[in-house]
Structures are given as structure tokens and as C-alpha cells.
């Protein structure tokens, strides 16, 4: 084997080597997007059930402080 194809070998050696390394890098990048989206997802669940439940509190409070007028009668 001549001087010129071992450097060649060596080359793409390295380059399969650093490509086997970003494909590691990616997919391990990938999770985390994943694994983040659905902590994501979550949170914005219990933020939409937290939300419905304070809103309901704070309709409670204003009924609860409005006084119904001497003329209303529940149907």
C-alpha cells in the first residue's frame, strides 16, 4: 500500500469516526428535545387546570361579595 492511499485510509477512518460521534451526539440530543416536550406538554396541562381552577375561585369571590338585589328570586 503506498504512502497516499494510507493517508487516504486514515482520513476517512478519522471522518467515520467523528460522523459515528455527531450520530451519537444527535440522537442522544434527540431525547432530550423529546424528554422536553413532554415536560412540556405536562406543564402546560396542569397550567390550563390551574388556570380553570382560579378562575373558578375568583368567581366565587366576586359572587360571594356582590350581594344578589332585594328583587332577584332564584328559578
Not at 431525547?31 to 373558578?56: D, F, N, P
Amino acid at each position: 500500500m503506498s504512502d497516499n492511499d494510507s493517508q487516504l485510509e486514515e482520513r476517512l477512518e478519522k471522518i467515520e469516526t467523528h460522523l459515528a460521534h455527531l450520530e451519537r451526539m444527535y440522537d442522544e440530543l434527540n431525547q432530550v428535545v423529546v424528554e422536553q416536550a413532554k415536560t412540556i406538554h405536562h406543564m402546560r396541562t396542569q397550567e390550563q387546570r390551574l388556570s380553570a381552577t382560579i378562575e373558578g375561585l375568583e368567581l366565587e369571590r366576586i359572587r360571594s361579595t356582590n350581594p344578589k338585589p332585594p328583587h332577584y328570586s332564584p328559578i
